[in-house]
C-alpha cells in the first residue's frame, strides 16, 4: 500500500532549508518542492504522458514568486489538460516553438531583411533615411508584432502614419506607408504573410505637397546672395564654403568633404571620389566606379589658393570647427545662410544646384548632356552611357569659366548679359 502523502502547509514551504544535497517536499498528487543546495525552491510537477505512460516532470515556478496556493492551481490546470489527453509539456514546447517562430517574423525582422536587400541598390543617403524612418516611426509601436498579425489589420497600420500626419510629417508619412507596403510584400514573396494591408490604405492620409529644395534663380535675387555672402562676418572656412558652393554648384556633402588631395589646383580640377558621390553603396564599394571631375574657374582656383594657407596642411578643404581631421558640419552653410536672412523656403545650400541649373539652361545655349554631366546627374539608358562615358570636358571647362564670370557681373551689378556658349580653345 502506497505511502500516505500529507500536503504541505506553507510554513513548511518557508521554513524548508537547504541540505547538502537536493531534496523534495512532496504536496500530493505530483506536486512537489525542489529544495536545492543554493536555497532556491523550485515547484515540480510529475506526471505521466497521456500516449505513452512515460513519466515525465514539468516546472511550475519557483518560491516564494509563486506560492503554495498558486502552484496548487497551476497543478490543477495540468491536470484538467492531462484528462483531455493534452500533454502539458509537448504544449510548453510548442508554445515555445511557434512563439519563438513568431519573433523570427515580427515585423522589425522582416522589414530589417527587406533593408538588407535594398540597402546596396540605394543611395547611401536614402539607406540611412528609409532606415531612420522604420526605426523611430514604426518599430517601437509595432515593431515586435508577427507579421501575420498585422497582415489584415489595416487600421492598426493606420495609426502608425496618424501620429507622424499629427506632428505635421505628411510626406514622410506617405514614405513611410510605401516602406511598409514594401515590408509586408517582401514578407509575401519570402513566405511569412498572404496579404498587404498598406494597399487599404491608399487614400487614408492627406494628400503630400510636392516640394523642392528653396533656391533663388531670379538674377536680382541671386545678385542680392552674392553680395550677402561677400559680407558674411562668420567663420573664414564657411565663408570660403558659401563662396564657391555657386561657383562649382556640387551636393553640399561633397563641396564640405572635399579633400586636398582630389584637387589639382594647376590643372584646375576637382575630383570628387566614389565614396563621397550620390550613389548606390554598391557603385560606391566598387573600385571601377570613376570619380566626378568638377572643372575649376579661375575664380574657383583664386578662392582655394586663397584658403589653402589656414587648411592646406590638413586632409580637408573645409574641417570642422571643433576638430580639424573631420569634414565641417553639414549644417555649417545651412546655418550660415540663415544668418545672413535666408530662410529655409528661400535658399538652401543645395539650392545651389537648382540656382545653377536653371540659369545655365534656360539663359544659355548650353548642351543639356554638359550641364547635367557637370552637376553628376545620372542620366537613364543609351544617352546616359555615351554622356558618362564622354563627360564633355571641354564644353564644362568653358561653361564653368562663363557661369563664374555670370556671378560677378551679377556681384558687382554690372549689365547682365546672357550666358553664351563659349569658343573652343
Known sequence: MPKRIIPLTPSQVANAKPQVTPYKLRDGSGLLLLVNPDKAKLWRLDYRRPSSGTRNTLSLGSYPAVSLAKAREKAREVRVLLADGIDPGAQRAALKRAGAEQAANSFEVVAREWLAVKSPEWMEETAKRATGWLENNVFPIIGKRPITELEYNAPELLVVLQRMVKRGAVDSAHRVR?????????????????????????????????????????????????????????????RAALLLSPMVFQRPGEIRQAEWANIDLEAAEWRVPAPVQKLTKAQKDNPR?????????????????????????????????????????????????????????????????????????????????????????????????????????????????????????????????????????
Not at 517582401?186 to 498598406?198: L, M, S
Not at 582656383?301 to 571643433?322: C, D, K, M, N, S
Not at 571647362?397 to 564670370?405: N, S
Open 178 to 238: 510605401e516602406h511598409m507596403g514594401s515590408v509586408f510584400r517582401y514578407a509575401i514573396a519570402t513566405g511569412r504573410a498572404k496579404h498587404d494591408p498598406v494597399a487599404d490604405l491608399r487614400d487614408a492620409l492627406p494628400k503630400a505637397q510636392a516640394t523642392n529644395f528653396a533656391a533663388l534663380t531670379k538674377p536680382d535675387d541671386i545678385a542680392a546672395l552674392l553680395r550677402a555672402i561677400d559680407g558674411y562676418q562668420g567663420s573664414a572656412v564657411t
Open 289 to 425: 566606379t570613376p570619380d566626378h571631375i568638377v572643372l575649376l574657374s579661375t575664380q574657383a582656383v583664386a578662392l582655394l589658393r586663397e584658403i589653402q594657407p589656414l587648411t592646406g596642411r590638413g586632409r580637408y578643404v573645409f574641417p570642422g570647427a571643433r576638430d580639424r581631421d573631420r569634414p565641417m558640419s553639414n549644417n555649417a552653410v545651412r546655418s550660415a545662410l540663415r544668418r545672413l536672412g535666408y530662410l529655409g523656403d528661400e535658399m538652401t545650400a543645395h539650392g545651389f544646384r537648382h540656382m545653377a541649373s536653371t540659369r545655365l539652361h534656360e539663359m544659355s545655349s548650353w548642351n543639356t548632356d554638359a550641364i547635367e554631366a557637370a552637376l553628376s546627374h545620372k542620366m537613364p539608358g543609351v544617352r546616359g552611357v555615351y554622356a558618362g562615358r564622354a563627360q564633355f570636358l571641354d564644353e564644362r571647362r568653358r561653361m564653368m569659366q562663363a557661369w563664374a564670370d555670370y556671378l560677378d557681373v551679377l556681384r558687382t551689378g554690372a549689365n547682365v548679359v546672357p550666358l553664351k556658349r563659349g569658343k573652343s580653345a
